[in-house]
């Protein structure tokens, strides 16, 4: 469990990585995981081989030495584990995806999107991972791409299982990501949450299966998170006006306040619309989130319903549905207004991986979907910052009041944490 949460922190160095220097690493862990399915493959077959004392004949044996792999963002550094025959019978460990002159891959860039978006196919992974390693991974057998798989998914299985006794986070996006991939009998929703620590760093905190978003849906995960030790929710939680994921968090983190995303509340209202008013609609209701205070958003709220309250009434019952819930952020650090208005961090982060979804048709288990699902987002975990302004959140935490967006606490103390 120590060892996940690590994985999870990025370190200062990593931080300051270039694009080229993540694609590197990820690029070095992938075929690390490879090479040892490939391995495991092969103790298994002499698993029953004993010598004349019993014992195992064929055992690991440490590595060989480290060796880098040429591509075209720089070397990447490889180590290939390597075995011992006890027996005498010239039993070796010759890798499939790295064998001994591989020395120079044909285009790591596009590899490892290839990979990914190729990975629900055994025989398709071996296509994908040939780019990244030429002709010697023909050789990867659909036996070692099931096990790697199998490894995602008992992978994802303990980090939804890990303590979340002392986590602790400000701000949530939430959202139900709809997949094209079938799992045995229906199409899958994911549930996915993503927070913010009070360092300002964004983090994963759950990706799970559900049906249609639904309350009993979310309230499984959210009580799930409880369990594990998560008992305050954060300040504030931004998703869209799914009713299932609201109704459950008024029910296990009543604490917490909403925040409609403003990007899913422009396209319903604008979908009952002319397409010859909507350009003009958008800018309208973009003058209402963006307005510097809260008096100015009501003023902008107020004229937009003044102008298309008589025709179109649909599209104003649907803005006046969730008038304060979409204002909510006007309670907040200002600097954080960007980030806390919609459910953007889950929308980028899952366009990949919907591509991905799009591109195999299909059907494929639990397990595998969202082993892989866990193993890209993970792989962009990496590349996130941390929100802008994040230095506000110790100012929250000491007991500073935020109206429209600026510190009006009455004690000096915290205006100071709060400048």
Known sequence: MKQDTKDMEMSPARLGMTLEDLLREGARELIEKAVGAELTELLGSYENVKTLCGQQAVVRNGYLPEREVLTPVG?????????????????????????????????????????????????????????????????????????????????????????????RFVYW???????????????????????????????????????????ESWKTLLRDLKDRGLTAGPRLA????????????????????????????MVNVLDCLPKSLQAKAKSELQAIFMAETRKQAYTAFDRFIRTYEAKYPKAVEKLLRDREA????????????????????????????????????????RNTLLGLVYRLAREAEKGWQRIRGFERIAAMDAGAVFKDGIAITGSNDDQQLAA
Request: with cysteine.
């Open 75 to 167: 070397p990447v550094s490889v180590r290939i584990p390597k075995v011992r025959d006890r027996a005498g019978g010239g039993v070796k460990f010759n890798s499939s995806l790295v064998p001994p002159y591989v020395r120079r891959s044909q285009s790591l860039s596009a590899a490892l999107p290839w990979l990914y978006l190729k990975g629900s196919s055994t025989g398709e992974m071996g296509a994908a991972l040939e780019v990244l390693v030429g002709e010697g991974a023909k050789g990867l057998s659909p036996a070692v791409v099931s096990r790697l798989k199998s490894q995602w998914g008992e992978e994802y299985a303990a980090w939804m299982k890990r303590d979340l006794s002392q986590e």
């Open 173 to 215: 996006w939430a959202d139900g990501i709809y997949c094209s991939l079938r799992s045995e009998d229906e199409r899958l929703c994911l549930l996915v949450i993503i927070g913010v620590l009070p360092s300002g760093e964004k983090r994963f905190v759950a990706i799970s299966d559900g049906f249609r978003e639904s309350a």
């Open 238 to 265: 931004i998703g869209d006006g799914a009713l299932g994921f609201w109704s459950a968090l008024a029910e296990v983190y009543p604490d917490t306040q909403a925040q409609r995303c403003w990007v899913h509340k």
């Open 326 to 365: 979409l204002l909510a952020f006007y309670d907040f650090p200002a600097e954080h207004w960007q980030h806390i208005r919609s459910t953007n961090p889950i929308e980028s982060t899952f366009a990949t991986i919907r591509h991905r979804s799009n591109r195999t048709k299909n059907c494929v288990s």
